[in-house]
């Protein structure tokens, strides 16, 4: 595709059940990004996948979130049992070679 | 750990006036710099960025940032913001070897007409 892409844009779910966020990165980037946005949170990083090295899952808040990248390409981020804190933007990028991020439009995650 | 400081969460500006906004880094190694910007209901799109050489960079639209090693900053400029202008500011590091991208929390700049 031309850009990255996100689905679902939105996503409003009940607190306790579990929600599975895709990306589909530029085709032959090599590394992709998840970050949660909130507001006067800024962006958070999550983790990363670069080729077929093992992602740095540094950045995920709790042993809810998990990640995973099937073939190189597309990632799916998985949250389960989300609480209301977990509502976020939640955006992914890709890089060529991780000197430039192409982002998303994101996934608007509600948790009621 | 990497961190990134942006001290302006929020500027409001009149147009015509000059812009600086501050970022501060916690590395003491080679780093990366960025500064990537959000327009309202629009993407993240790279503004300017910094890797090696001359440490003043220009980017799009009239910015530039100035990278000053001794004092771990990578501030943005403009001198003359415009109405469009408006948008949120995120300053990012990267350091050497490694694609692991660190925000700060972000700028939000208003310009007034």
């Known amino acids: 595709g031309a850009g990255v892409s996100q689905s679902p844009s939105n996503k409003v779910t009940e607190k306790g059940k579990d929600v599975e966020l895709r990306c589909d990165p530029i085709s032959g980037h090599t590394a992709l990004y998840w970050y949660r946005q909130s507001l006067g949170q800024g962006l958070e990083f999550l983790i990363y996948f670069q080729g077929n090295s093992a992602p740095d899952k540094s950045g995920l808040p709790s042993d809810r979130f998990s990640a995973e990248r099937t073939g190189g390409s597309v990632s799916t981020l998985t949250i389960q049992r989300t609480q209301q804190e977990d509502s976020a933007v939640y955006l992914c990028?890709?890089?060529?070679?991780?000197?430039?991020?192409?982002f998303g439009s994101g996934t608007q995650l509600s948790v009621l | 750990a990497q961190s990134v400081s942006q001290h302006n969460h929020h500027v409001i500006l009149s147009e015509a006036a000059s812009l600086e906004l501050g970022c501060n880094y916690s590395y003491g190694g080679t780093v990366n710099l960025f500064w990537y910007v959000q327009y309202p209901g629009q993407h993240l799109q790279l503004l300017l960025k910094y890797f090696s050489g001359d440490p003043l960079v220009k980017g799009i639209k009239g910015f530039e940032a100035e990278f000053i090693k001794s004092k771990f900053s990578f501030n943005l400029r403009k001198p003359s913001v415009q109405w469009s202008d408006t948008a949120e500011y995120f300053c990012a590091v990267t350091t050497s070897g490694t694609y692991k991208y660190i925000f700060g929390t972000g700028t939000r700049l208003k310009v007034l007409a």
């Open positions: 990028a890709s890089s060529p070679s991780g000197d430039l991020l192409f």
